[in-house]
């Protein structure tokens, strides 16, 4: 099956930018999605079809992607924004959906 | 409002079985995809499987054939997660998620979790 990495920790001064990064030959097929999960609450999803986002996500999220690779930016980090975040996308195997190990993101 | 409400914390010994619930409200259930997501104790997301309320048609990670079985009862809306001789490599949070498919593949709904301890 296929599979997907992401970055190591990140940290970001509130306020500012951040960009991490997924990648996976399953996103040369399939649009990545990314999900948001603070410790001991269920992941929320925030971009779904590479850069779509969902009702209620607030517009400093944003992604794109090329290739195998896709990327989530978060512009003008808040401190709500801090969590670990996930990359999934289907796959073509028998492991029909695969997520990354997931980034976390560190506010400061 | 799109509601998927799981059961709560079990503690169970190897050996033992068990079943968890996730009870959906808020869209039709029988026309979504619901998946399992397991996330072992300080690790990440990990697919187990689908069901689909509508004919009860699942499909399994290869990693979960065979050690769990999904299944659902429309009668109340509901999506459950089986097994039948827990192991203590089981002990995890598992979420329950509503797969929508309408454009690509995506897990927009999630469940609370439900936490669960296999130990002697």
């Known amino acids: 099956s296929s599979e997907l990495t992401q970055d190591p920790p990140v940290s970001v001064a509130l306020g500012q930018t951040v960009r991490i990064s997924c990648q996976g030959a399953?996103?040369?097929?399939?649009?990545a999605n990314w999900y948001q999960q603070k410790p001991g609450q269920a992941p929320i999803l925030v971009i779904y079809?590479?850069?779509k986002r969902p009702s209620g996500i607030p517009d400093r999220f944003s992604a794109s992607g090329s290739g195998d690779t896709a990327s989530l930016t978060i512009a003008g980090a808040q401190a709500d924004d801090e969590a670990t975040y996930y990359c999934?996308?289907?796959?073509?195997?028998?492991?029909?959906?695969?997520f990354g190990p997931g980034t976390e993101v560190t506010v400061l | 409002e799109v509601q998927l409400v799981q059961s709560g914390t079990e503690v169970k010994k190897p050996g033992e079985s068990l079943e968890i619930s996730c009870e959906v409200s808020g869209y039709s259930f029988t026309n979504y995809w619901i998946a399992w997501v397991r996330q072992m104790p300080g690790k990440g997301l990990e697919w187990l499987g689908l069901?689909?309320?509508?004919?009860?048609?699942?499909r399994y990670s290869p990693s979960s054939q065979g050690r769990v079985t999904m299944s659902v009862d429309r009668s109340s809306g509901t999506a459950y997660l089986q097994w039948s001789s827990l192991k203590a490599a089981d002990t995890a949070l598992y979420f329950c998620?509503?797969?929508?498919?309408?454009?690509?593949?995506?897990?927009?709904?999630w469940g609370q979790g439900t936490v669960v301890t296999v130990s002697s």
């Open positions: 998620a509503r797969v929508n498919m309408l454009t690509g593949h995506y897990f927009d709904y």
């Open positions: 069901v689909y309320p509508g004919d009860s048609d699942t």
């Open positions: 399953s996103l040369r097929s399939y649009y």
């Open positions: 999934n996308s289907r796959d073509s195997s028998d492991n029909l959906y695969v």
């Open positions: 079809d590479k850069m």
